[in-house]
């Protein structure tokens, strides 16, 4: 009776996380067309970390000491240190800035496009490491390898037949209104921008399991990185441009306030919460619902954006539903099958890191 209840409660907790990673990538999906929009009026990306992962650091701090100061390791090693140096240089600074500047030179669904590519890069990485357990033999493992494929073939094909040409893109505003010409040159160095966030994404995101090994307390790990993100932002763009500068001239002070508060203290819950799932479920899991992502900015762009959605492109997002399926299924199995069934030479999974 009591196993049953055990039981239930893990399926029930397992249906919520799943709930809320889908509702994450809702809310990442709408906050990408924001953020679109607001580029275009000329927010400078740069201070848009600075200011962002600051501003997120702070509203996550008391969060982080009231519900994981138990957690903290009685003693920070110089590889936490390092560790944490990589995540923020690599989760933040590069990656944020480097999906900024994408965006700012393509258009919302390209933008949502893109980090589809993040559960191959993953798997390839987490398999390589021994992070995500893995065998020819198994089952699973080949359900995971299939899967995996199937969402990033209808991921690739979302993203070239529902990318528009740059002269189709538009946000709320039209471009030549804002005095932005997207020209072919700059699309392309748009895409290449995003294909190398997503290189760092998928990095920090194994890295950032690896971590929470010596330091299980993923509010603490998000407020350090943020904080230390907004720090090595804030040197690049004094480098770069000699000051810490907001962008136009034209954007107002409450408007300014209104996006990075607000569009910090959203992120940064989804960030918490994404961290946490890879504590409990391994990168795999959390990475492979980035798909969601590109479907739902694809239908909010039809509508507001009048960027229609081909048959081909719906067939598309199946198949990234069932690639998405099939890799829940695997991981499911792998998590409730005991252990003697299994091939003995499996390795271990994300779940049970071998980095320290």
């Not at 903290?72 to 590069?94: C, S």
């Not at 039809?302 to 991981?331: D, E, N, R, T």
């Not at 779940?351 to 320290?356: M, R, Y």
Request: a positive charge.
């Amino acid at each position: 009776m009591r196993m049953n209840s055990m039981g239930s409660s893990s399926s029930l907790k397992d249906f919520f996380i799943v709930i809320g990673l889908l509702l994450v990538q809702g809310v990442y999906g709408g906050y990408t067309i924001f953020i679109n929009h607001v580029l275009a009026l000329g927010f400078d990306p740069l201070f848009m970390i600075v200011a962002g992962s600051f501003a997120g650091g702070i509203f996550l701090l008391p969060f982080a000491i009231v519900m994981e100061r138990k957690n903290w390791p009685k003693k920070i090693t110089t590889t936490m240190i390092v560790q944490f140096g990589v995540l923020a240089l690599g989760g933040v600074t590069m990656f944020q800035g480097l999906v900024l500047m994408g965006m700012k030179r393509t258009n919302p669904t390209i933008a949502s496009a893109m980090p589809n590519l993040v559960p191959g890069f993953v798997f390839i990485i987490a398999a390589c490491l021994r992070f995500e357990r893995f065998s020819t033999r198994c089952k699973y493992s080949r359900a995971k390898v299939l899967g995996t494929i199937v969402c990033l073939a209808g991921a690739i094909a979302m993203s070239f037949l529902q990318s528009p040409p740059p002269s189709a893109s538009r946000t709320f505003y039209t471009l030549n209104e804002l005095g932005v010409d997207h020209g072919s040159d700059d699309w392309i160095v748009g895409c290449f921008y995003l294909l190398a966030a997503i290189i760092c994404l998928s990095s920090t995101v194994v890295l950032q399991a690896a971590t929470m090994v010596s330091f299980p307390a993923p509010f603490s790990l998000c407020v350090i990185t943020a904080l230390m993100g907004s720090i090595l932002t804030g040197i690049l763009q004094i480098i770069i441009q000699g000051k810490i500068d907001v962008g136009s001239p034209n954007l107002s002070i409450p408007f300014v306030l209104a996006v990075v508060v607000g569009g910090s203290v959203i992120s940064s819950t989804c960030v918490v919460y994404q961290t946490w799932c890879v504590n409990k479920k391994g990168p795999l899991l959390v990475t492979i619902f980035s798909p969601i992502q590109t479907v739902f900015v694809s239908v909010v762009s039809a509508i507001l954006l009048g960027q229609p959605i081909s048959f081909v492109s719906s067939i598309g997002m199946l198949l990234m539903f069932l690639g998405l399926h099939a890799v829940l299924w695997a991981k499911r199995r792998e998590c409730v099958e005991p252990e003697g069934s299994r091939e003995s030479n499996v390795p271990h999974d994300v779940e049970k890191p071998l980095l320290s």
